[in-house]
């Protein structure tokens, strides 16, 4: 039976303080509760303690914490809860941001497992409803896992998290509200556990009949992702007459473009964002920078909005980076280009238009107005060759018809002036920059993003090289706040087997760093440095932390017999000709990019001779040679690429030797290479070099799914429908879907697609239950500029009746160039059904 652990009285009433009052005076008397018991020697204060340091969250915006965490502090409370025995220190560390190795030893030195302090957690979350929230929340972004050294995956993680989640929300904890709401959505999608999604909306609904601010709000979002605008509207009301900071701005969106209630962009900038934004709430800062930038209500203020912008990322900058500017991007980049209402710049603007493009471009993230806006900034840039960026019709002329493309570039984009209206002030300008007299904020910077960056950086008490510290299976955690005695305890723990690498590197540094192992005879050293790499070899703690120490410094390698290291000079060799490849890749530079590639696998890089292998597909000769060679070298992944490489040639190619298919893909998936299990799958299922054997070419799918390959699981999926369309094997269909639908990370570029799938897998399987989960799941994908979520999400509008936005949607994918929409489009009419929408 195990053993329940309590808090004191005075902890218990501080956490009601802090977390269930939404006011600034009561999180205010809860801290220093807190505080008086922490002194008083208890090791659990300690804990809840640094949880305050480290921020409430966003919809505790009016609380007196910030949402920044205050480092210094979060990590002294921490370690004094560990040292003093609390498990509770333990958790919230792992919870937020896991353990530093100070703070790993002191665990160890306490407990004798990982296994133990969980016990120990497990026994205070049967009585704490605040423990059992902080371990849910732990289980669910993987602070458990790393802590006992496990691999599992986002479901696994979500099953174990939910029970003690719940039991939190419960025992009327209305801050884990959003968190559970969220795993409920997640495990239960669809009618997966229509008991479940219930309870959660009962225990919602006391939440919003008790008056809990959050909870109201967060029943308005529910609508508002609906686009039941007006019942949204109602809660956002209720939870913005308490001053909830994120109910108010949300009325503001409301009336600013008409959702649940007639446009009002007046009474939006008058009566919601400016005071919000005056109180230092960071999104409406956003907003009312938007509002003078486009003139919503009033001539356009290119001064005002400029002025805002940089009070919102001064704003960002004192939150320590914790919110996105990406959409001031657009706004600041034009002013500072044309100096409108601010000192003009044009080579610190053409270099961060470009910085600005190519993240939209890699990740998009903006509205399609301020893309649309970028878009035509980057035609100027190109037009005109400003700053470092070379003229280029072919180029202005993409960017110019992208722009253009947008509905309603003709409304918000034609109308701005894109000529400098003084001559005189660019003349001053060019004066000024020849002079090296730019303003100081932005004299070093390279693009504006850079400048604030390294302006949060240093707010945040960052130092120039990260410690990075290598667990079991390769997890890494990445520290940018520590002192000598953290070097020293990762050392420690690397002689004791616990890490597996010690390094200090930085992104801002390029491909410098500095790495530790421990080996029998001490610790390797392995440095690189502008492209020269050396290593040596100390046996004593103290030795390598005297090097560790000095680069941490700034000061550079200390010490002698350093000896030079070929593969790494070699690998940064390998580097800059990718590097140029890939530039001539973007440039459309075909032969530029082939002599650079020739230029790496001639030196041995494997990587470039399977580029070169690809680049040669069709000629089954050259090709071969290329992946041939690569296979000969001395990096595993290359290694196994080349075989996969030869595998999928040989299978695709009519010249090629079918005979040797499954040899080649079968060293490669030995090799750990996951595509290579899908491709013998196919070659089961397609009798391709082999018989057909269905049980066998699943098989090979299930050894892909098993390792994380999301083109493998959309894969099986299809096996579960026949060549109609018409599904046989719904519940394994449904259970792989799952996975490629709700995984986001940067390995599934198959989301997309899989939430279509899924959503029309799970209206075969029950569309009356599952109707709402589909809607959602196409909306998503549309939401992201998937054509075919686009094209799915207007049939459900054409399922509601809603025949306008039905037919406004299908002309936008049709445009789009999404073929089953203009077909579709061009028969609309045949029948009268459609009549109003004419």
Aim: charged share 25%.
């Amino acid at each position: 039976m195990m053993i329940v652990k309590k808090f004191q009285p005075l902890v218990r009433e501080a956490i009601d303080l802090i977390w269930q009052h939404y006011d600034a005076e009561s999180a205010k008397r809860g801290q220093k509760m807190l505080q008086q018991a922490a002194a008083a020697g208890d090791a659990d204060a300690w804990a809840l303690l640094a949880r305050t340091y480290m921020g409430i969250g966003e919809s505790w915006e009016n609380s007196v914490f910030p949402i920044a965490e205050d480092t210094d502090e979060v990590h002294r409370c921490l370690q004094k809860s560990i040292e003093g025995g609390s498990a509770a220190g333990v958790l919230c560390a792992i919870e937020h941001r896991d353990l530093t190795p100070v703070e790993h030893v002191a665990m160890l030195a306490h407990w004798e497992t990982p296994a133990t302090v969980l016990e120990e957690i497990r026994a205070y979350a049967a009585a704490e409803p605040m423990v059992a929230y902080l371990l849910g929340a732990a289980y669910k972004f993987g602070g458990v896992s790393l802590l006992l050294g496990e691999n599992d995956g986002q479901r696994e993680r979500l099953k174990q998290a939910l029970p003690f989640i719940e039991a939190a929300v419960d025992s009327g904890l209305a801050y884990g509200l959003d968190l559970y709401k969220t795993c409920v959505r997640d495990m239960y999608r669809g009618d997966g556990n229509p008991e479940k999604i219930a309870k959660f909306r009962r225990l919602e609904d006391g939440f919003c009949r008790a008056g809990v601010p959050h909870a109201l709000y967060s029943r308005g979002e529910d609508l508002f992702n609906q686009e039941k605008y007006a019942e949204a509207l109602g809660y956002y009301e209720k939870a913005a007459a308490a001053r909830l900071d994120s109910a108010l701005y949300s009325l503001g969106y409301m009336y600013r473009h008409g959702l649940g209630v007639k446009e009002d962009s007046r009474k939006a900038f008058e009566e919601y964002f400016l005071p919000l934004a005056v109180q230092g709430h960071v999104v409406s800062m956003y907003q009312v920078a938007d509002t003078y930038f486009w003139g919503d209500f009033f001539a356009r203020d290119y001064a005002k909005a400029y002025e805002w912008c940089e009070k919102a990322m001064n704003r960002v900058v004192q939150f320590h980076g914790f919110y996105d500017y990406d959409v001031l991007m657009p706004l600041i980049c034009y002013c500072k280009l044309y100096g409108r209402g601010t000192s003009m710049d044009r080579n610190l603007a053409a270099r961060s238009i470009r910085e600005e493009m190519l993240r939209e471009e890699q990740k998009p993230v903006l509205p399609r107005y301020k893309r649309a806006l970028l878009q035509y900034l980057m035609a100027e840039v190109y037009a005109h060759g400003y700053g470092p960026v070379a003229q280029n019709e072919e180029l202005a002329e993409k960017y110019r018809r992208e722009a253009t493309e947008y509905e309603g570039f003709k409304v918000m984009l034609e109308k701005m002036s894109w000529e400098t209206e003084n001559e005189a002030e660019v003349r001053n300008w060019k004066n000024s920059a020849a002079t090296n007299s730019r303003p100081a904020a932005l004299a070093e910077a390279e693009t504006i993003r850079d400048r604030q960056e390294a302006r949060i950086a240093a707010a945040d008490g960052r130092r120039q090289w990260r410690l990075c510290t290598e667990w079991r299976q390769k997890y890494g955690l990445i520290f940018s706040h520590y002192n000598n005695a953290e070097l020293q305890a990762a050392l420690a723990m690397l002689a004791k087997d616990k890490y597996r690498s010690v390094a200090l590197n930085s992104q801002q540094a390029g491909e410098n760093y500095l790495e530790a192992y421990h080996e029998q005879d001490g610790y390797y050293l392995l440095a690189a440095i502008d492209g020269r790499a050396v290593h040596k070899q100390v046996k004593e703690l103290s030795s390598a932390l005297a090097v560790l120490t000095a680069w941490a410094d700034g000061q550079g390698l200390h010490g002698e017999d350093w000896q030079a290291d070929e593969e790494v000079a070699k690998n940064k060799q390998w580097n800059e000709y990718l590097q140029i490849a890939q530039e001539c890749e973007e440039r459309e530079d075909t032969e530029g990019r082939i002599k650079a590639l020739t230029a790496a696998a001639d030196s041995g890089c494997g990587y470039a001779m399977n580029l070169l292998g690809v680049i040669n597909c069709q000629n089954l000769k050259t090709a071969s040679t290329w992946f041939l060679k690569a296979t000969l070298t001395s990096d595993p992944e290359d290694v196994a690429m080349a075989w996969y490489s030869l595998g999928k040639l040989h299978k695709e190619n009519p010249q090629g030797d079918k005979l040797a298919i499954l040899r080649y893909l079968q060293k490669a998936a030995d090799m750990g290479y996951a595509k290579a299990w899908l491709e013998m799958g196919i070659c089961y299922l397609r009798g391709i070099g082999t018989i057909v054997d269905y049980e066998k070419g699943v098989a090979c799918y299930e050894k892909a799914i098993a390792m994380g390959d999301y083109e493998t699981m959309l894969a099986r999926a299809h096996l579960c429908r026949d060549a109609e369309g018409e599904w046989h094997d719904l519940d394994t269909a449904i259970a792989v879907l799952e996975r490629v639908a709700y995984e986001k990370n940067d390995e599934n570029e198959w989301q997309n697609e899989g939430r279509v799938m899924l959503a029309n897998a799970l209206l075969a399987k029950d569309k009356q239950a599952n109707y709402t989960c589909a809607r959602d799941l196409v909306r998503e994908a549309a939401g992201e500029g998937f054509a075919e979520g686009a094209w799915n999400l207007a049939h459900f509008y054409k399922d509601e009746g809603n025949f306008t936005s039905y037919r406004k949607l299908l002309c936008r994918t049709a445009e789009e160039g999404y073929q089953p929409a203009q077909e579709e489009l061009d028969h609309i009419y045949d029948t009268s059904e459609w009549s109003e929408c004419l």
